[in-house]
Nanobody, 129 residues
Framework: QVQLEESGGGLVQAGGSLRLSCAASGRTFSSYAMGWFRQAPGKEREFVAA????????YHADSVKGRFTISRDNAKNTVYLQMNSLKPEDTAVYYCAAGLRNKFYSFIRYSTESTYDDWGRGTQVTVSS
C-alpha cells in the first residue's frame, strides 16, 4: 500500500494556472503507475491524466488535452499535474491515485478507476469566471 497526499489546489480565475502535486510514501514509488481523477459537484469521478511508472508514456482525457500535463519525479516520489488555461468547468476535487504497474497495459486500464489500488483524499480546485 502507498499513502498519497495531494497539494496545490485553490481558487484561480479562468485562464489561470495551477500545479497540483501528489507526494507518495510507504512503498517503492517506481512500482506504481499514477493517475489523476476529478469529481465535480453532482457528477461522477472522471479520469484526467495518467503516467507510466517510468514516465515514458502519458495519457490525458480529451477535455484537458493541450491544457493539462502530467509528470513525475521518481527521485522525489511525486507526481504533478500542471493545469493551464483553466476553465470554470475544471472546478472539482482532484484525486491522485496509484496502481501497481503490471496492471497497466492499455489506455483503458490507465483511465479506469478500479485499476488503481490507492487514493489520496483530494484537493479542491475552483475556477471562477
Amino acid at each position: 500500500q502507498v499513502q498519497l497526499e495531494e497539494s496545490g489546489g485553490g481558487l484561480v480565475q479562468a485562464g489561470g494556472s495551477l500545479r497540483l502535486s501528489c507526494a507518495a510514501s510507504g512503498r517503492t514509488f517506481s512500482s506504481y503507475a499514477m493517475g489523476w481523477f476529478r469529481q465535480a459537484p453532482g457528477k461522477e469521478r472522471e479520469f484526467v491524466a495518467a503516467i507510466r511508472w517510468n514516465g515514458e508514456n502519458t495519457y490525458h482525457a480529451d477535455s484537458v488535452k493541450g491544457r493539462f500535463t502530467i509528470s513525475r519525479d521518481n527521485a522525489k516520489n511525486t507526481v504533478y499535474l500542471q493545469m493551464n488555461s483553466l476553465k470554470p468547468e475544471d472546478t472539482a476535487v482532484y484525486y491522485c491515485a496509484a496502481g501497481l504497474r503490471n496492471k497497466f497495459y492499455s489506455f483503458i486500464r490507465y483511465s479506469t478507476e478500479s485499476t488503481y489500488d490507492d487514493w489520496g483524499r483530494g484537493t479542491q480546485v475552483t475556477v471562477s469566471s
